[in-house]
C-alpha cells in the first residue's frame, strides 16, 4: 500500500459551504442536513478562520438529551444562540506547506473537537481546513486521500475490523441509535436483519432528518430511517481492498463504512479511518526497512 501522490495541492478541493460567526444553531444543522456534511468552518469576511463546528456539537449543545418526542422536534427550535457560542477555537488545520503524509496521519487520528458534553470521547475528522496565513483556501477529506492511494495488492481481510462493530437489529427503535450516536460518538451504525445479514446504515444525519419531523424515537423502529445497503454488490474478505475504496469515493454512498459478508453474515467492516491507518503502518514498516 503506498500514495501515489506527493504534492498537497494535488488534494487540495474547493473550501465548499462556511458558517459565519453570526449564523445560527438551526442555520448550522441546515446546512449540515442538506449538504450531507457533519461538520463546517467557521470565518470571518475574507475567509478568515475562526473556529470549527460539528454536528455532534449541535446535536449535544447543553448537555441536552433528545430522549422524548418534545425534545426531539425541539432541536430545531434551541434558543438561537450563534455558532460563534459553541464552535471550537482554534479550528485543526493544516498550512498550504504541511506534507501529503502528515495530514494523512492527521486524519486517521482522534482528535476533541467538541466544547459541549461529551468531547472527552475524541473523534475522528473527515475533512481539515488548509490555510495561507490563517486564510482558508480548501480543504483536504479522506476521500481526496482514497483516491491517490494504491491498494492493488491488498485483500479486504487484512484491513477489516472484525471486534467491535456498533450494530442494531431492525427490532430495535430509533431511540436506541440515538443511544449509540450520543453515549458512544458513533456516526454510522449498521443494521442486522433475523441472520445477522447487513440490511442497511443509520447515521447521525438520518435521526437528525427524524427529529425534524417531530417522531417518537421509541415508538419507530430503525427500519424507517436506515438507508438500504444491500443496493449494492456484496463485498467478501478475500476481495481487493480496491472495491472498498471504490465504493467509498463513490458520490452516491455517503456512509463512511463498508459491511464486509462472510457465509451470509457480517464478517467485519472496513472505514476510511482504517485504511489511513494500514497506509500510515505501510509506510512506517518501508521506513524502517
Known sequence: MKLQISNLDQLISSPGLYLKPNN???????AM?????????????????????????????????YRHKNEY??????????????????AITVQETETVINVVRLLSQRHVLSTTVGSERGKTISSVPVVRQNIVIGAISYIDILKHIDVE?????QIATTSYIPVLSENNTLEAGYELLVSRGER?????????????????????????????????FVGIAMSDTTIYSPIYPEDSLIKVV????????????VPIIENHQL????????ILRALISSLSEEEDI
Open 24 to 30: 445560527t444553531i438551526p442555520d448550522a444543522l441546515w
Open 73 to 90: 422536534s425541539n432541536i430545531f427550535e434551541i434558543p438561537r444562540n450563534t455558532v460563534k457560542e459553541i464552535m471550537t477555537s482554534p
Open 246 to 257: 471504490s465504493l467509498l469515493t463513490n458520490p452516491s454512498y455517503q456512509f463512511r463504512v
Open 188 to 220: 454510522n451504525i449498521l443494521v442486522l436483519n433475523k441472520n445477522s445479514f447487513p440490511v442497511g446504515i443509520v447515521t447521525d444525519l438520518h435521526l437528525i432528518r427524524y427529529m425534524r419531523q417531530q417522531q417518537d424515537f421509541s415508538q419507530h
Open 33 to 65: 442536513v442538506s449538504t450531507n456534511t457533519t461538520g463546517l468552518p467557521v470565518v470571518a469576511d475574507g475567509n478568515i478562520l475562526l473556529g470549527y463546528v460539528s454536528l455532534v456539537d449541535l446535536i449535544t449543545i447543553q448537555g441536552i438529551n
Open 153 to 157: 495488492n491488498t485483500k479486504v481481510s
Open 267 to 274: 464478517y467485519g467492516v472496513i472505514s476510511a479511518i482504517d
